[in-house]
Nanobody, 122 residues
Framework: QVQLVESGGGLVQAGGSLRLSCAAS????????MGWFRQAPGKEREFVAV????????LYADSVKGRFTISRDNAKNAGYLQMNSLKSEDTAVYYC???????????????WGQGTQVIVSS
């Protein structure tokens, strides 16, 4: 089992920045790829970004490419999502998740956090 807890969400003005954190505990977090997903009000949860277990490779949704950066620190059992140039359409609950697969597909993820709310005011 891997337990994941997100933090760092909040209210920010459009154009601002936030850094989300994902704290992991339990089985070796470093064995898993880590992804971030988000769910906006009235919409389905969608892929945001993923990073390999070793941090070498990353993949981003087109909607966040160039604005968001995913990273991880396996020594701290933590992952991060740096979000810059935030837009109102980035408003959502953000979830971190762990998977053995380097994947943008939700069904490939075995472990999920409870989410952290991000609200971007325009």
């Amino acid at each position: 089992q891997v337990q994941l807890v997100e933090s760092g969400g909040g209210l920010v003005q459009a154009g601002g920045s936030l850094r989300l954190s994902c704290a992991a505990s339990g089985r070796r977090f470093s064995s898993y790829a880590m992804g971030w997903f988000r769910q906006a009000p009235g919409k389905e949860r969608e892929f945001v970004a993923v990073i390999t277990w070793d941090g070498v490779s990353t993949l981003y949704a087109d909607s966040v490419k160039g604005r968001f950066t995913i990273s991880r620190d396996n020594a701290k059992n933590a992952g991060y999502l740096q979000m810059n140039s935030l837009k109102s359409e980035d408003t959502a609950v953000y979830y971190c998740a762990a998977s053995y697969a380097f994947s943008s597909t939700q069904k490939n993820y075995d472990y999920w956090g409870q989410g952290t709310q991000v609200i971007v005011s325009s």
